[in-house]
């Protein structure tokens, strides 16, 4: 019910929304939960295991119970606090884990079988026959047990992620917040001040109270109008920080624009759903006030009973009464408030009952002492409540109970680092340990001050010292006057009896679950939690916590302190994964590579294939080629026959100079590259420290101090971070520097027999046996552009590598297929340069995978004796030079099959297959046109000795089973006379 | 986390490649037990551990940074290149 004239958002426009169907009016600044409330609406939601009516419980981000699904279809967001949703024109909003609907809901069955469904029933009933837990039990259970659902298509709500930097991160708005960026913001501080709610004040907002003589919203509206003035202050609302992390890193949660109408947001005004901060703060001051907790008593959780501070918060804030005759039930002063601001609004008070038998007066109302409430009635909405005290029982009509157990200082983000909260009796509360986080000072209610005035003073005081550990002066405002009055309680946790006594209202965990745990053995706060799933709901416990652990400490007759909490951890509320992973999805989840030839090699027919973050041309169709291997087929004999072009751009390139380039080369490679020419190349091998193959590829010499080195696409990253590694740290003396050119070169291969008469032809140098011999290099110029030259090869054809700056690229590709083409020749992609290859017994990352040596690989003889290297000492262990290791070989099929596969194992003919008679593994398969059936590379046990062997392979996954021969790895022009003529 | 680099300044640690503990590098032939040692032996310390990350994403540099293991508290941030030519200078360890 609204009290006209009540409340800050008087006077707001009227907006139309819509609930489980049914149409109501709000207005501007309401919640959807003040929303409900004022048109008397309190039955919200169901719970979660039981499927108990459930109301509005509490005024913030830490609603348990009012979890509603807004929006519909793709975009539709389960699980949004009611409390936090603000009401816009159009909202839709319905609720969830119900069926067919809130009033009436099937699954409330759970309730009447609640005698078989206490703490640990999953574990104990569903153990047996185990198959069934997951195709029956936990499906079962889990559409049984629930909160909303996903839509089930994808979102394509845009979300966003940013980073932000200031001198002092303030978290919370209210008195001791509001102070703390005040005396940060006028010492000229870059100040970021965060409030999760979406207006700024806290619990000023909520609270009948006067600063400076003023209404306490006024003060508010005040100091933030002085901080809107302030170029250093950045005010971000509806903003939660929810994690604190190493050196001043904190998480935040930006809700963009859920209070908007979907027409004004996103698409049209470009305004992401939500957005993932990474603030980096030098200094922060923690004012994130208190929550208050709920009193364990029988049916506890009906709708209409609330905390205290929330039904003052939608009185004093939203002007609305949550009912008609109203009771209290408190054990501290501070809820009396709740009883005296009621009345001062004209709200029937229907009882004020406080545990403590010295509870202080009212004044305009009486208090009634030393009782308790006992048990509650009433389905879909509170109807009475039972009073018991030393005369009885005695039931009171009500219509809505405000309960306060006391309030707990938010400390959960002083916990983040592992730091434990340390008990305080004089609250009955846990309060942050001191220099939890490094940097973070904690004020206010979250510090355990529980007054106005002292939040105010420690407000100030927090920023000063927050600011003085990064040497900047602050000086603290003058201290307003605020109410200072005593916060006393005694506490009380459970009111003893039968019945279910709720502490955690979302994961329906009762007294009697935690008494369970412990009767149990489950003594142990932590064993407690997962037993019970105590706190473990989407609120994480923030209400209920506290008073379970309590419960637990009163089970096994230990105190609160040594119980101890359990631990909190990030976030401090929900996250989307949507927000965290914002432009991550999709395209964005890594980025992609595209070489300079790849439109045009696009045109050109190219199919597409993903190397690293790479996208090469597979292949290039040509018409009437239907499969990839009539493709493939072609271009290994067009590079065999004629002349065939690839871009090999992708392969690191490293540019090294300096006058010790030699001596780490020397270091880096198993052989020498200090005795190499100007102006040759020559393949090298290079070693982990612990001796296995690191990488390989060819380096050319432009000068007396200047290399080129190449190394595998796959390593390209590797190699220069270790390249970076043994000049830095293992050799610091050299005098030599490296510059990654990956991306700077475009680079080509152009391979086959007419290769070098193409050559010649397009660049201004002569280009014949005696000017680029075998693995020589040098400068040329094509169409006028310098460029490089390197006469190697992959193939094992008379081949080049043609490279110039890579804004060439696309033309110089164009250029070369175009002239290959007039000779029978073409572009060929990744799948023949691979058959062209393992023809040749060339290595790749498949057989560089990290468990080979240099002696497995038949290349011991690349290590040079006449110095050390890199990986040298441990190469040469006993066991890495064992005959019978797996070693590189050839494989050619012998069975009718004529088949072969990559990730294939080899047993000898006649053994088993199993572990134990494994002899080893293949690596790569093709089919070799040139040979006229398929080949392959694997490693064998002591393969080398086994050449002529047969040998069965077996590919359980590709249901591969056929016998193959032994080869030499080198199937094609093992002399070499091709790539040398 | 983050990590203030000599060159860079504070940066996020995403930016950074971990390596593991800052060991001194044995000599080239040195022999296969210090090289094992080397490789396989470590400290673990819960505390204070000198260690060894590169500015990957960043300038490049290899940096020995000095990080208690417990509380992820940042000591001391130095260029390795930096530490070990004072080493080889006799100014200070490797």
């Known amino acids: 019910m609204r009290i006209s004239g009540k409340g800050l958002i008087s006077g707001g426009r009227r907006v139309n929304f819509s609930f489980n169907g049914v149409s109501y009016m709000g207005q501007e600044g309401d919640t959807l939960a003040s929303a409900l409330l004022a048109n008397g609406v309190h039955l919200v939601g169901r719970s979660f295991k039981y499927h108990r009516p459930r109301g509005i419980l509490t005024a913030g981000s830490e609603e348990p119970n009012a979890l509603v699904s807004v929006g519909k279809g793709a975009a539709q967001d389960p699980n949004i606090r009611a409390t936090q949703q603000e009401v816009f024109e159009g909202l839709v909003a319905r609720s969830q884990n119900c069926w067919p609907s809130v009033g009436h809901d099937v699954m409330a069955l759970n309730d009447l079988a609640a005698p078989f469904l206490g703490a640990g029933f999953y574990y104990k009933t569903f153990m047996w026959p185990a198959p069934l837990w997951e195709k029956l039990y936990e499906p079962v259970i889990r559409r049984a047990a629930g909160l909303g659902a996903l839509s089930g298509s994808a979102n394509t709500e845009p979300y966003e992620k940013a980073f932000a930097f200031c001198d002092l991160l303030v978290i919370g708005s209210g008195p001791a917040g509001l102070m703390a960026a005040l005396t940060a913001g006028r010492a000229g501080a870059d100040v970021i001040l965060a409030e999760d709610d979406s207006r700024m004040g806290g619990r000023l907002l909520a609270e009948m109270e006067e600063i400076d003589d003023k209404p306490a919203h006024v003060w508010v509206a005040e100091v933030l109008a002085e901080l809107a003035g302030l170029d250093n202050v950045r005010l971000m609302t509806r903003t939660a920080v929810t994690g604190a992390f190493d050196q001043g890193t904190y998480s935040a949660l930006e809700r963009v624009s859920h209070h908007l109408p979907p027409s004004q947001s996103l698409k049209t005004a470009h305004r992401p759903r939500e957005c993932f901060w990474r603030i980096a703060a030098r200094a922060t001051v923690l004012a994130a006030g208190a929550i208050e907790r709920p009193v364990a008593f029988r049916n506890n959780d009906r709708p209409g009973i609330m905390t205290a501070g929330a039904v003052r918060a939608y009185l004093n804030r939203w002007g609305v009464a949550p009912g008609e005759r109203i009771t209290l039930f408190a054990n501290n002063d501070d809820a009396h408030r709740t009883a005296r601001d009621l009345v001062a609004a004209g709200v029937h008070i229907a009882a004020v009952i406080d545990s403590r038998h010295d509870a202080p007066d009212g004044r305009d109302f009486s208090v009634i002492k030393g009782a308790v409430v006992c048990n509650t009635s009433g389905r879909k909405r509170l109807e009475t409540i039972t009073l018991r005290n030393v005369s009885g029982e005695e039931k009171i009509q009500t219509d809505c109970l405000a309960m306060s157990g006391g309030w707990n200082p938010s400390v959960h983000l002083t916990c983040h680092m592992n730091a434990r909260p340390v008990w305080n009796r004089d609250i009955a509360a846990f309060v942050p340990r001191a220099g939890a986080v490094p940097g973070m000072v904690v004020a206010g209610a979250a510090n355990g001050s529980l007054s106005t005035h002292a939040a105010l003073a420690e407000g100030a005081g927090a920023a000063v010292a927050a600011l003085g550990q990064l040497g900047i002066t602050a000086e603290a405002p003058a201290l307003p006057r605020a109410c200072d009055a005593p916060y006393r309680i005694s506490p009380l946790w459970a009111v003893p009896g039968k019945g279910r006594a709720w502490l955690d209202f979302q994961n329906d965990v009762t007294v009697k679950d935690v008494a369970q745990a412990a009767q149990e053995n489950f003594r142990s706060v932590e064993h407690m939690k997962r037993y019970t799933t105590q706190g473990m709901a989407t609120d994480q416990g923030k209400n209920s916590n506290v008073a379970a652990l309590a419960v637990l400490a009163d089970a096994t007759g230990r105190s609160i302190a040594e119980t101890g909490v359990t631990t909190f951890r990030p976030p401090f509320v929900p996250t989307t994964i949507a927000a965290m992973g914002a432009g991550a999805a999709g395209q964005g989840f890594k980025p992609q590579r595209y070489l300079t030839s790849h439109r045009t090699s696009l045109k050109r027919g190219a199919a597409n294939t993903e190397v690293g973050l790479w996208y090469r041309a597979s292949y290039f169709a040509k018409e009437g080629e239907t499969t990839w291997r009539q493709s493939c087929d072609r271009e290994v004999m067009m590079v065999r026959n004629a002349v065939g072009v690839c871009d090999v751009s992708t392969l690191g390139k490293i540019d090294i100079k300096g006058p010790d380039a030699a001596k780490l080369l020397d270091l880096i490679y198993t052989n020498l590259f200090s005795t190499l020419k100007i102006g040759r190349v020559r393949y090298g091998l290079m070693l982990r420290e612990d001796g296995f193959v690191m990488d390989d590829g060819t380096t050319a010499r432009l000068g007396q101090d200047h290399y080129v080195m190449t190394t595998t696409t796959a390593a390209a990253g590797q190699v220069m971070a270790h390249l970076e590694y043994l000049s830095q740290v293992a050799r610091p003396d050299l005098d030599v520097r490296f510059t990654s050119v990956t991306d700077q070169w475009a680079q080509f291969a152009v391979a086959g027999p007419k290769a070098r008469a193409l050559i010649d032809a397009l660049v201004a140098e002569e280009i014949n046996g005696e000017t680029y011999p075998f693995m020589a290099c040098g400068a040329i110029t094509v169409g006028g552009v310098a460029g490089r030259l390197f006469r190697i090869s992959f193939s094992g054809e008379h081949a080049y590598e043609i490279a110039v700056p890579a804004r060439y690229g696309e033309a110089l590709f164009d250029l070369l297929v175009t002239r290959a083409e007039a000779e029978g020749g073409g572009a060929y992609g990744m799948e023949a340069l691979n058959v062209l290859r393992i023809e040749k017994g060339f290595i790749t990352h498949a057989e560089i995978n990290g468990t080979v040596t240099a002696f497995d690989l038949g290349m011991q003889g690349m290590i040079s004796k006449k110095k050390s290297c890199w990986g040298k000492v441990l190469s040469e262990r006993d066991g890495l030079m064992d005959e019978d290791r797996m070693r590189l070989v050839g494989l050619k099929p012998k069975g009718a099959a004529q088949e072969l596969s990559a990730g294939a194992h080899l047993f000898e003919p006649d053994m088993t297959v199993e572990r134990v008679n494994d002899l080893g593994y293949v690596t790569s398969v093709g089919f070799s046109p040139t040979l006229g059936h398929m080949i392959g590379l694997a490693m064998l046990s002591a393969g080398p000795d086994r050449l002529g062997d047969t040998v069965r392979l077996v590919d359980h996954t590709r249901g591969v089973d056929t016998l193959c021969e032994v080869v030499d790895p080198v199937f094609f022009d093992p002399e070499g006379g091709r790539v040398r003529g | ?94």
């Open chain 2, 1 to 94: 986390m983050r990590i203030a680099c000599p060159l860079c300044g504070a940066r996020d640690r995403r930016e950074f490649t971990y390596r593991g503990a800052a060991l001194p590098v044995p000599a080239l032939d040195a022999g296969a037990e210090a090289w094992s040692v080397h490789v396989h032996l470590r400290e673990n310390p819960a505390g204070p551990l000198e260690e060894l990350w590169q500015h990957e994403l960043g300038c490049g540099a290899w940096l020995k940074v000095r990080r208690d293991t417990v509380t992820h508290a940042m000591l001391g941030v130095v260029l390795a290149e930096d530490a070990g030519l004072a080493a080889r200078d006799g100014e200070g360890p490797a």
